[in-house]
């Protein structure tokens, strides 16, 4: 990102382009104020990497710019590069609380929390590199999962499946064999005889 230079027409972009920045590492020079919105307000239009974040209301210097949207297509094809884990709401929840490490050294937070973080199945490693801000390591909350079950006149639980064989709906007193999908989606297959339930992470 050195010496490069971002057009912006409004301060949502401003704002962006900033975040991308601060995520890097960068910051402006000689302020800790995040978005500086009073310098857009006042003109600026052009925001300036080199060795630290500046801007400016024209491009006195005539450098190369680039307009908001091909540097946002930048990102994108960089962020390629980036590990996705998939976690819970409660895990990344924990996750942001260790990531904040109010009161305490970040190194504190990660001795602290230390058996949680053994417990999540991503790898340690991983785990440290994004609570380092490691661009490259990204952890997001899975999307919550449901699948349907009645029971029978045994009193056990069936799970609604569909059969591989027939491609029809079926049942099953297996739960790893059962339909499981999104609430929008699992609807779509109740009726009255079946009750929704979520699919804890992991089982």
């Given at each position: 990102m050195t010496g490069t230079?971002?057009?912006?027409?409004?301060?949502?972009?401003?704002?962006?382009?900033?975040?991308?920045?601060y995520k890097q590492g960068h910051y402006w020079l000689f302020t800790n104020t995040k978005y500086q919105e009073s310098i857009f307000d006042d003109g600026g239009r052009y925001l300036f990497l080199d060795d630290?974040?500046?801007?400016?209301?024209?491009?006195?210097?005539?450098?190369?710019?680039?307009?908001?949207?091909?540097?946002?297509?930048q990102q994108k094809e960089d962020n390629k590069m980036t590990t996705v884990y998939e976690v819970s709401q409660s895990v990344f929840d924990e996750l942001q609380r260790i990531k904040a490490h109010e009161g305490l050294s970040l190194i504190g937070a990660i001795v602290g929390h230390a058996p949680f973080i053994k417990f999540?199945?991503?790898?340690?490693?991983?785990?440290?590199?994004?609570?380092?801000?490691?661009?490259?390591?990204?952890?997001?909350?899975?999307e919550q999962l449901y699948r349907l079950y009645l029971v029978d006149v045994l009193g056990q639980r069936n799970y609604f499946t569909i059969s591989n064989a027939t491609a029809l709906p079926d049942r099953t007193v297996v739960k790893e064999k059962a339909f499981v999908e999104t609430l929008e989606e699992i609807k779509k297959w109740q009726t009255p005889a079946w009750e929704i339930e979520e699919v804890q992470h992991g089982k």
């Open positions: 230079v971002v057009h912006v027409t409004t301060l949502e972009q401003w704002k962006s382009v900033l975040d991308v920045w630290c974040i500046t801007y400016s209301v024209s491009n006195p210097n005539s450098k190369p710019f680039i307009e908001y949207s091909e540097f946002m297509a999540i199945e991503v790898g340690n490693k991983a785990i440290l590199r994004y609570l380092a801000d490691d661009p490259a390591i990204e952890f997001k909350v899975k």
